[in-house]
């Protein structure tokens, strides 16, 4: 649009705001709820995902080896499985660690107990705890240790070295399963919330284009051109989609900072923590999701409705 145009079709939404405030208010609602659905949807999808990427950190894989290994093939052992892919590092731990590992991972009553029924035994051999690069490979990676010919040698029990090999596989499964349903979810709604957005701005232009098909009509009699007189509607469009994700940035900017530090206190566990690289890339995100659905839904409705 030329200048001249630009300031006619601003003047002309702000007629419509005017005259049709109940419709264009109505518009605007609906692209703030569906684009602060979405910004919330996304912000919790981060920290969600913040949450997930730390169990999935937590999963590694646990070797258990005989009490008798011989030690130069245990570090043969250990030096083989770190050149293996999807392995980030393998570390060596003793029987007395693996016991003072299984007394934090017990409740403390539970614990002291277990241990004072042992009589100073240990019956916890010790492991290579193997870390991965990624987690989600890690049957993959069992499997493999199971097969190798100087695990078997080594481990703990060699006529079945499976039960050696420890990863929590229904746990870590489930884990997994969730996750994926949780990002394919919100994939799903993001999708379905934009086309929500999109239909009520395109009804609301078309309601525009019914009401005004008379002066259209005069506009192309005296020789207006299709861009002058679809400047309008696009800077309508436009300007509730703006309206809208204003809003929406701006609530979802006070809700993180009053839910979040709350969170944070409530559930001192858990990580809340969200980058401020992700909050401008999550308002600026909405800022052109919404310019992009007021432009592309005023004009389908053009275009279907408009026939100039």
């Excluded at 002309?12 to 709820?33: D, K, P």
């Excluded at 499997?143 to 100087?150: G, V």
């Amino acid at each position: 649009m030329v200048p001249s145009n630009f300031t006619y079709s601003l003047r002309e939404a702000g007629h419509h705001f005017r005259r049709n405030w109940s419709t264009v208010l109505g518009a605007i609602v609906t692209i703030f709820l569906s684009l602060f659905i979405i910004g919330a949807f996304v912000l919790a999808s981060n920290v969600l995902s913040n949450m997930v990427g730390s169990v999935e950190d937590k999963v590694t894989i646990q070797a258990f080896l005989a009490d008798d290994a011989d030690q130069a093939t245990v570090e043969q052992l250990q030096s083989e499985i770190e050149g293996w892919d999807n392995v980030e590092s393998v570390t060596y731990r003793s029987k007395d660690e693996n016991l003072a590992q299984y007394r934090t991972s017990m409740s403390q009553r539970n614990a002291s107990d277990a241990v004072a029924a042992l009589d100073g035994q240990n019956p916890i051999p010790a492991s290579l705890v193997i870390k991965l690069t990624d987690p989600q490979q890690v049957e993959g990676t069992a499997e493999k240790l199971i097969a190798d010919e100087t695990f078997k040698s080594v481990c703990d029990t060699p006529d079945n070295p499976s039960s050696d090999v420890q990863y929590g596989r229904d746990t870590v499964e489930k884990l997994f399963s969730v996750t994926n349903i949780v990002r394919v979810a919100a994939i799903v709604l993001v999708v379905l919330l934009i086309f929500v957005a999109f239909v009520f701005i395109n009804n609301t232009i078309r309601l525009a284009i019914t009401a005004r098909r008379r002066e259209i009509a005069i506009m192309r009699l005296v020789g207006a051109s299709n861009g002058f007189i679809r400047g309008p509607f696009i800077m309508e469009g436009t300007l509730e989609s703006l309206i809208g994700a204003g809003l929406a940035i701006a609530a979802l900017a006070a809700g993180m900072s009053y839910v979040m530090p709350r969170l944070e206190n409530s559930l001192k566990f858990l990580s809340f923590y969200v980058s401020p690289q992700t909050l401008w890339l999550t308002y600026g995100g909405l800022l052109v999701l919404g310019v992009l659905i007021g432009l592309f839904s005023s004009a389908i409705a053009m275009r279907r409705y408009l026939k100039v």
